[in-house]
């Protein structure tokens, strides 16, 4: 039997339907009768302390479950402070659906208070946005939003609600089916494709997988170690594909691309074969397209018909669900052994384990690449970690290994700095029991800091590692290797973080020394709710390797090898 509920009523009835549990927001004029009725109903908000905290939230809680994360907040200016986090959310397909107020239709394009365009402004960053002007329509839109969002390639919905779509009653009836002519993604490959994709890969002696985010998308990480392990073939992953097949496996090559392992970009580029499962070859990844794996056949799976010759050209495009495919080509692909060509890899790996800081002997400085791994050690690579953006990112990909799926949430297409603290939080959320850490810079840090409220507020139990150089770091190295050292605007002034830490009411230590970190870590873990922990690094330590912008793959600045005193 049907019921009369306000606009408002059924777009919370409509979360609750769709399994949400909580939501991340800032209420305001145009939202209003919405936060109202949230009153009556079994979803917890959480009160961040600026919107765009709100998406990072609901973006870190999506990365670690799966699930959809849901932000809201007014029109205008809260509207518009959502930009970034749909930005990041659609570079790196991330389902979120965030939920807007709107002045009422009357009112729209007369420039009324707080009155912006945000369907207009959020075209080009969202996979769908709609502007609800009935209450008729809203069941509908969130039921099409939520399905939209999850499925296929994911990404982040916009729903932009009429004031007056939010007040106004009508009969509430639930969409049990969707409805979405052209919205059909593709989920099996054809026969003839796949026997395609199977001669190559028989012909082939020096393949390599290119594994990325879309594996851990489709939940396809068993799959990629069973095809992975028939064909003995070596894995790269892209900086979001960490995680996919676990770092300690034989056939794991690291992360690829401008500060990925040397010897993973150099078995792209020596390649005969190519094998991108769930990446869409960015141009981080890629160097130089001009030169890129030059004597490898290519292979495709990917969801998105849109990314499938789209920056590299391929011999063998299979469009569908990645774990589908997986599963209907491993059958037929027969065993293989290229010991010859995973040996000739493994003297790359040597020379850059020769070259590794982590084989430096100790000098008395702090690194933050020995901050990451100490780190590692201590939590037992059993965290789940989330970072800004810069050389911290990169330090943390590069020496936190991912044993494990869904532990590692960093921002990657956009580069968004200010996305460690919130998406941190949003990750306890999804995951209250497992040790969080949000690895960030100085920099990064103070663009959302004011988040710790949120933490406190939320008893979060949050652990944040401060790697401060005093320095916009990765800005900085590129002054400092293609600007000739001529620094501009990266020196960075910041508080003392340890009593901005003590002003919310949270526990804090500074660390100068590497041997303090570990009882630092220890610390941090034995208290309930966010920590601070503030690293006091060395200023100029570089991240290699370095792939310079449209360079070839394999043209790397490598680190030079220190020797032992008396080598």
Known sequence: MSEIKTGAEIMWECLVREGVKVVFGYPGGAIMPAYDAMLDFDIHHVLVRHEQGA????????????????AIATSGPGATNLVTGLATAMMDSVPIVCITGQVPITAIGGDAFQETDVTGVTMPITKHNYLVTSADEVARVVREAFHIARSGRPGPVLIDICKNAQIDKTEFIYPEKINLPGYRPPRRAPKKDLEQAAKLIAQSERPVILAGQGVLQSGAMRELREFAEKTQTPVAMTLLGLGGLPASHPLSLG???????????????????????GMRFDDRVTGNLRTYAPRARKIHVEIDPSEVHKNVHVDAPLLGDLRTVLGDLTPIVDPMDHEEWLDKIAEWRNDTEKRDIMAWPDDGLLYASHVVRDLWESTSGNAIVTTDVGQHQMWTAQYYHMEQPFRWITSGGAGTMGFGLPSAIGAWFAHPDKQIWAIVGDGGFQMTQAELATAVQEGANVNIAILNNGYLGMVRQWQEFFFEKRYSGVKMLSPDFVKLADAYGIPARRITKREEVADAVAYA???????????????????????????????????????????
């Open 55 to 70: 998406t990072h939230m609901a973006d870190g809680y999506a990365r670690a479950t799966g699930k959809v994360g849901v």
């Open 255 to 277: 992360m690829m691309g401008m500060h990925g392992e040397a010897y993973c970009n150099n078995a792209i580029q020596g390649s005969d074969l190519l094998l991108a499962f």
């Open 525 to 567: 873990n034995s208290i309930s709710g966010p920590v601070l922990l503030e690293f006091v690094v060395e200023m100029e330590e570089a991240v290699f390797p370095m792939v310079p912008a449209g360079a070839d793959l394999d043209d790397m600045l490598r680190r030079p090898v220190r020797r032992q005193s008396g080598d």
